[in-house]
C-alpha cells in the first residue's frame, strides 16, 4: 500500500499527460504566436492567486469551494507522489499530512456537488461537469482511506484494497477528462495564464486596445479556427462554463442571439470537431445546429457553428471580459471574426452598408458635411485651431455634436470651457470620424484610412492634450492611434471638469441633495478605467449620489456600442429599456451620463423614466447655481 498509492499518482500523471497532449495537438493547428515563456511561468503564481482569485472572488461561494478543493487537490496529490522517497513513504506522520490533505479535498468535492445537485444555477453547464464532483469525491474518500491506514500502521485489508480501487477510479477519471472533459480547463487554464494574448493585463494596464490587423496578409480575420493565433485556440479551452459572462452579457439579457459562453464553446467545437454536446444555455432564440461541428471549418453563417447574428448582436462592451474569471478575450474573437466578414465576404449587417461606405467617401458615418460639426455651438465662441496653429486643449467634438440631443451637452461643456478660461480651440471641418464604428464592425481598412488621415491633421498643429465628451472617442484617440503614429495624452471630459474645479478655476454652487444615479459609459470604465472621476464630480456639485446594482467596471452596457443600434439585431427586449429600468429602480430622478451614446440610447427609451443628462450639463447648472 506504501508504495502502491504513489504508483496511482504516477499513472494518473501519464495519463494526463498522454490527454494532455493529444489535446495540445490542436492548440497548435492555430497561428503562430510569440510568448514569453519565462516570463510568463515566473508570473503564473501571481496571475493565478491575484488575478484570478480577484475576478473569483466576486462569487464568495464560489471562492471558497474553488480554494478548497483546488488547494486540497493539489496538496493531496503532490504529497502522495512524494511518498514515492522511501524517507517520506516510511513517515507515518508524513502520511497522516497525506491523510488531512485528502479531507480538505473531500470537503472541497462536497463544496462541488452541492453547488450541482439536487439542482445546479442555470448558468452553470452540466453534463460532463455533473460528474465532476463524484470523481473528485471518489478520489479523495479513497485517498483519505488509503493514507489514513498506512499513518496508523494498519495491514492491508479488503477494506483498504476497496479503498485503493476507489481512489483509482476517481483518479484516473480525472486524468482522464483532461483532453475532453472539465479537467481540461485546469490545464488549459495554467497554460493560457501563462500565454496570454494580453500579458500586459497581469502588468497593471488594461491592455483593451485592438490590434492592427495586417491588410497584406492572405487572410483577413478569421474564417477558421485555424485562423486563430494558437494560443487564442488554447485560451478557449480554459473555459470551465461558468456562466458568468452569459450573466452579465446585455444581449443575453435582451434575448438577442449571443451567449458569450455558448460562442466560445462554439469556437471550441470548430477547432476539435469531436466535442461532447454541449450541455448549458444556448444562444436565445437560435436554432440549434444538427449533429457535431466539422473540424476547422468555416466558423460563421446560417449553416455554421455560429449564426451572423450571433456575431453582430455583440455591443463589444466587454462585460464577459470583465466577468471571465480565466480572463478569455471574448470581444478580440468577435472582432476577429467580424473582420473576415466585412473585409473577405463583403458580409457586414445590411444596415451597416450604408455608413460604411459614408465612412470611406465622407469619413462621417451620416454622410454630412464635416464643417456641419460645428453647428451646435451657434451663438457662442467656438475658436478653430487653424487660426491660430495651437492651443493648450484641443476639444474633440466627436459625433455626438450632430446630434441635437447632445448638442446641449456639449454647448455646457463649451461654456464651462469658457468660464474658467481654457485655452481651448476645435478642429471644426478637419475633424473626421475616429473611425470605432467601422473597427468595431470588422472594416478595418476604413478605420487605419481615418487614423492615418486624422494622425496627418493633428500632426499640423500644437496643443498639450486632447479632451472629449466621448468615450469612443477618447478610447480610439487614447489607445489606438499609437499604433498609427499618433500619441496624444487625451482626458475624458468628466475628469477635465474636476480638475478645474479642483484647480479653483470653475466655481460651482449645490444642486441641493438632487437624486442623482450614474451610468458607467463601457469604453470609459471597462475600456479606459476611469470610474472615480465622474463620481467625485458628482459629488463635488452636491447632488445625492445612488449607485445602480451594476456599476463602475461592472456596469451594464446601454445596448449603444460596437455598431450595435446599425446592427440592429432582434430580441425580446431592449438593452437601454433593461438599463434604464436598473436606474429607475434606484429612486432617482436623474441618470447622469458621460457619452453621447449612452445619450442617445437612454433618451430613447419611452414611457415615464427618470431625466438623462450629461454630467456637463449638471455641472453648469451648479455653476449657475452659486449666484
Not at 132 to 143: H, K
Not at 237 to 246: V, Y
Request: aromatic fraction near 6%; glycine fraction near 10%.
Amino acid at each position: 500500500m506504501t508504495y502502491a498509492f504513489p504508483a496511482l499518482i504516477l499513472a494518473m500523471v501519464a495519463l494526463a499527460t498522454a490527454q494532455a497532449l493529444r489535446r495540445a495537438a490542436q492548440w497548435r493547428q492555430g497561428a503562430p504566436a510569440a510568448v514569453a515563456w519565462g516570463a510568463g511561468l515566473a508570473a503564473l503564481p501571481r496571475r493565478y492567486l491575484v488575478d484570478v482569485h480577484h475576478v473569483v472572488a466576486r462569487d464568495p461561494y464560489a471562492s471558497r469551494m474553488h480554494a478548497v478543493v483546488a488547494g486540497g487537490l493539489l496538496a493531496a496529490t503532490g504529497l502522495s507522489a512524494l511518498a514515492a522517497l522511501p524517507p517520506l513513504g516510511g513517515s507515518r506522520a508524513y502520511w497522516a499530512l497525506v491523510a488531512l490533505a485528502f479531507a480538505v479535498t473531500a470537503a472541497g468535492a462536497v463544496l462541488v456537488g452541492a453547488r450541482r445537485y439536487p439542482s445546479r444555477p442555470k448558468r452553470l453547464s452540466g453534463g460532463s461537469f455533473q460528474i465532476l464532483p463524484i470523481l473528485l469525491l471518489a478520489y479523495a474518500l479513497g485517498g483519505l482511506v488509503c493514507a489514513l491506514t498506512i499513518a496508523a500502521g494498519a495491514a492491508a485489508s479488503a477494506a483498504s484494497a476497496v479503498a485503493l480501487l476507489l481512489a483509482a477510479a476517481g483518479g484516473l477519471g480525472l486524468a482522464f477528462e483532461v483532453r475532453r472533459g472539465p479537467m481540461r480547463h485546469a490545464v488549459a487554464g495554467a497554460l493560457h495564464l501563462v500565454a496570454h494574448p494580453r500579458p500586459g493585463r497581469f502588468a497593471g494596464r488594461l491592455d483593451t486596445a485592438l490590434a492592427p490587423l495586417d491588410l497584406d496578409a492572405p487572410r483577413l480575420g478569421a474564417e477558421t479556427p485555424a485562423d486563430f493565433a494558437w494560443n487564442r485556440l488554447l485560451s478557449y479551452d480554459s473555459c470551465i462554463q461558468c456562466g458568468r459572462c452569459e450573466t452579465a452579457c446585455p444581449a443575453f439579457a435582451a434575448g438577442q442571439p449571443l451567449n458569450p459562453k455558448r460562442m466560445i464553446q462554439d469556437l471550441v467545437a470548430g477547432m476539435t470537431g469531436d466535442e461532447r454536446p454541449y450541455a448549458g444555455s444556448p444562444h436565445p432564440n437560435t436554432p440549434e445546429r444538427p449533429g457535431p461541428a466539422p473540424s476547422l471549418a468555416r466558423l460563421v453563417g446560417p449553416d455554421a457553428v455560429i449564426h451572423p447574428d450571433t456575431l453582430w448582436a455583440c455591443t463589444t462592451c466587454r462585460a464577459c471580459v470583465e466577468e471571465c474569471p480565466m480572463m478569455i478575450e471574448h470581444v478580440d474573437a468577435i472582432v476577429a471574426l467580424r473582420r473576415n466578414q466585412t473585409l473577405e465576404l463583403g458580409l457586414p449587417p445590411d444596415k451597416a452598408a450604408g455608413p460604411l461606405a459614408e465612412l470611406r467617401g465622407a469619413h462621417e458615418p451620416g454622410g454630412r458635411p464635416l464643417s456641419a460639426r460645428t453647428d451646435f455651438a451657434a451663438g457662442l465662441d467656438l475658436p478653430l485651431i487653424a487660426a491660430r496653429g495651437e492651443a493648450d486643449v484641443l476639444l474633440w467634438l466627436g459625433e455626438g455634436a450632430y446630434d441635437l440631443r447632445y448638442g446641449r451637452s456639449l454647448r455646457a461643456l463649451v461654456r464651462l470651457m469658457h468660464e474658467a478660461k481654457v485655452d481651448f480651440a476645435v478642429l471644426g471641418a478637419e475633424e473626421r470620424d475616429v473611425g470605432d464604428l467601422a473597427r468595431r464592425l470588422g472594416d478595418e481598412a476604413t478605420f487605419q484610412q481615418i487614423a492615418r488621415a486624422n494622425v496627418e491633421t493633428l500632426a499640423r498643429y500644437r496643443f498639450g492634450r486632447i479632451v472629449t465628451a466621448d468615450p469612443h472617442a477618447l478610447h480610439s484617440l487614447r489607445n489606438e492611434y499609437p499604433a498609427f503614429g499618433g500619441a496624444y495624452e487625451v482626458v475624458h471630459h468628466t475628469a477635465f471638469l474636476l480638475e478645474l474645479i479642483e484647480a479653483g478655476r470653475l466655481a460651482t454652487g449645490s444642486l441641493d441633495g438632487a437624486a442623482v444615479t450614474y451610468h458607467d459609459p463601457c469604453y470609459l470604465g471597462r475600456y479606459n478605467g476611469e470610474t472615480e472621476a465622474p463620481r467625485t464630480l458628482l459629488d463635488r456639485i452636491g447632488v445625492a449620489r445612488v449607485e445602480m446594482a451594476r456599476s463602475g467596471r461592472r456596469s451594464m452596457c446601454c445596448g449603444g456600442g460596437g455598431g450595435a443600434p446599425i446592427s440592429d439585431v432582434s430580441g425580446e427586449r431592449r438593452i437601454p429599456d433593461i438599463r434604464m429600468e436598473q436606474a429607475a429602480g434606484t429612486g432617482a430622478k436623474i441618470v447622469a451620463v458621460a457619452c453621447p451614446t449612452c445619450t442617445a440610447m437612454l433618451e430613447g427609451v419611452t414611457g415615464e423614466r427618470p431625466q438623462v443628462k450629461d454630467i456637463a450639463e449638471l455641472v453648469l447648472a451648479a455653476v449657475e447655481a452659486r449666484a
